[in-house]
C-alpha cells in the first residue's frame, strides 16, 4: 500500500509542475514533503534512511535538488509519466547503494559537503535512469503551462465553492 500512496502524492507534485509550479515555492514545498513522508513511511525505505543514518529531510532536499536539475522534463516512462527520483523511494536498493557510496566518500566532511555529493550523485544516477528508461520506452513528453503550479483553495475556498454552487442550483 504505501508504493501506491508515494505514487499518489507524486502525482499531485507532478501535476504542480506541469502547471507552471517549482519544487521550491510553498506549494511544491508541501508536496514534496508529502512524497517523503509517503515514503518514509515504507518499510523498506525507512530501513535503508535509518541505516545509512540519513534522514527525511536530507531526503527531501535531494529530491528537490533532483527534480529541479532534470526540469523541464523531471519525468520517465513507466507506464506512463514518473518523477525520476521517485524511483530511489520505489526501489529502495536504489537508494541503498547511492547512500552507501555517498557515507563512503564524505567520511570526516561537513553536512554541507555530505549533502553537496547526495545531490549531485542522484541527479546523476537520475539521468541515466532516464536515459536508459527513454531507450528503452521512449521519452515521455511534459508538457508545462504557465499556471503558476497549483493553487490551494483549503477548506473556506472550498465551502465558498460550495455555497455558491448551491446558490446558484437554488437561485
Not at 87 to 106: A, I, K, M, Y
Not at 116 to 127: F, G, I, N, P
Not at 143 to 157: D, E, H, I, L, N
Request: proline share 5%; charged share 25%; aromatic share 4%.
Amino acid at each position: 500500500m504505501s508504493k501506491v500512496a508515494i505514487a499518489m502524492a507524486e502525482k499531485r507534485l507532478m501535476r504542480h509542475l506541469q502547471r507552471g509550479g517549482v519544487v521550491d515555492d510553498p506549494v511544491g514545498l508541501d508536496l514534496t514533503r508529502g512524497v517523503i513522508a509517503k515514503a518514509s513511511a515504507d518499510n523498506d525505505v525507512q530501513q535503508v534512511i535509518r541505516d545509512r543514518e540519513a534522514t527525511p529531510d536530507e531526503m527531501r532536499v535531494m529530491y528537490q535538488f533532483v527534480i529541479d536539475g532534470l526540469m523541464p522534463n523531471p519525468c520517465m516512462n513507466v507506464s506512463g509519466p514518473m518523477l525520476v527520483p521517485t524511483v530511489l523511494f520505489l526501489e529502495p536498493h536504489r537508494l541503498d547503494e547511492l547512500l552507501v557510496g555517498v557515507n563512503r566518500d564524505t567520511r570526516g566532511e561537513s553536512l554541507q559537503g555530505r549533502m553537496r555529493l547526495l545531490c549531485e550523485r542522484a541527479l546523476e544516477v537520475c539521468k541515466l535512469t532516464r536515459e536508459a528508461h527513454d531507450e528503452a520506452h521512449g521519452p515521455i513528453a511534459f508538457q508545462v503551462t504557465p499556471q503558476g503550479g497549483v493553487q490551494r483553495a483549503g477548506c473556506a475556498g472550498g465551502l465558498i465553492l460550495c455555497l455558491t454552487a448551491i446558490g446558484w442550483f437554488l437561485g
